[in-house]
């Protein structure tokens, strides 16, 4: 799989470049109002009659772009109306996989500090993005001890169920999920158009990239499922925080949740104030106009590295995003952090905190183990828009 289409597959997992297949109306009347439920169409809907009706589904997915604080912060108050409607509910997070339920109890229960937090979920190797994005959510769900529901697996899990079909993993392995529905005409050529605008174009890959997002797809609509089945008569409702990538026009996730027989479900998406709404009507079936403020939102200073952590010195690179900050800076796999900045890496939070803190436009400089040769690199982050 070449280095772009990598970069690809991780931006369109991530919701950064989800791409509508309708063209993209000016701003008008059909952008969502800050503030306000509407259908895709500009309808405003009413707050209370909508909650009440998303109190009786089996499942609400709630859409994000994984890197706007303003996404979140719609997220947790949507989940605190609907935790008052249902006492009963369950937050479902893409952002972990299954092997990773235990600690997300740990965390509700009380008995992890943020720090063991991120190091017992290897946050920073499964998903990478600010963990200041997603705490206002986890301390919600601690503080009125609703339960968070890890739905994947394992990144390299999925990717291999994706490249070399559903018996790669055994039953166990993949926690019982049977193998996905075929994707809609639409969600092809959904991905296909995604693929498409990329420099690279659509390649040889292009087939094994929708087989992935399927499987990713699958693997979460499977967690909800069996969570649902497990409730007996009376289930629990399950908001799933998910990249809309994988909910619009009820493609992906909603696609294999009807599959498995969940089909009472609604998405709700965030739109932004000069984002207009597609007019489809099966975009979801509400948007609500997110009142979007870039004082409060992060710098997004990323370094571009997946990271894991074993018993030597510094943090292990275990790979490099391609076109990243760490690409540039000469990175490989296989590196070992020892210090950043002036301070010694032990963790993967410890690099996390000192990226986080680099202004844009200035740069950091590291210092490496390569084959047991110390050197020193410079990451130069880029200026802001």
């Known amino acids: 799989m070449n280095a772009g289409f990598r970069m ?16 993209v109306a000016q701003a008008g009347d059909d952008c969502a109002a800050a503030g306000v439920w509407s259908a895709p169409g500009g309808e405003r809907l009413d707050t209370a009659e909508l909650y009440a009706d998303l109190a009786r589904r089996d499942a609400v997915l709630l859409g994000e772009r994984h890197d706007r604080m303003d996404h979140h912060r719609w997220q947790l108050a949507t989940l605190a109306a609907l935790h008052g409607y249902r006492p009963d509910l369950v937050i479902g997070l893409e952002m972990l996989p299954r092997s990773k339920q235990p600690v997300l109890d740990a965390w509700v229960a009380g008995e992890l500090d943020p720090e063991a937090f991120l190091e017992a979920s290897g946050w920073y190797t499964h998903w990478g993005f600010d963990p200041d994005l997603y705490w206002p959510i986890l301390h919600f769900a601690r503080l009125h001890d609703v339960p968070l529901l890890a739905l994947n697996l394992e990144r390299e899990s999925i990717r291999r169920l994706g490249h070399e079909g559903w018996d790669a993993l055994d039953e166990e392995a993949r926690d019982g999920v049977s193998a996905p529905a075929a994707p ?22 292009a087939e094994r990239f ?24 009376r289930p629990p409702l399950v908001a799933a ?7 619009e026009y009820g493609y992906g996730v909603p696609h294999q949740l009807a599959d498995l027989g969940v089909t009472d479900t609604a998405v709700l998406l965030p739109r932004e104030p000069g984002e207009c709404a597609e007019t489809d009507p099966d975009l979801a079936d509400a948007v609500f106009g997110v009142p979007r403020d870039d004082r409060f939102e992060l710098s997004g200073a990323l370094l571009g590295v997946h990271l894991e952590a074993d018993d030597q010195p510094g943090i292990r690179i275990l790979r490099v995003q391609p076109d990243s900050v760490g690409e540039a800076a000469g990175l490989q796999a296989g590196d070992r952090v020892l210090r950043a900045g002036d301070r010694s890496i032990r963790a993967a939070s410890d690099l996390q905190r000192v990226v986080r803190a680099v202004a844009p436009g200035t740069w950091l400089p590291l210092e490496i183990e390569r084959e047991g040769e110390q050197l020193e690199r410079v990451a130069r982050f880029p200026r802001g828009d």
């Open 210 to 233: 929708v087989a992935t997002q399927v499987a990713w797809d699958r693997m979460m609509a499977g967690a909800i499922s069996a969570h649902l089945e497990a409730g007996g008569e």
């Open 241 to 247: 925080i998910i990249g809309s990538g994988h909910l």
């Open 8 to 23: 690809l597959k991780r931006l369109v997992s991530s919701g950064l470049l989800a791409v509508s297949l309708v063209s």
């Open 184 to 205: 809609s005409a639409g969600y092809r050529a959904y991905l296909e158009s995604v693929l498409e605008r990329h420099p690279a174009g659509m390649g040889p890959d």
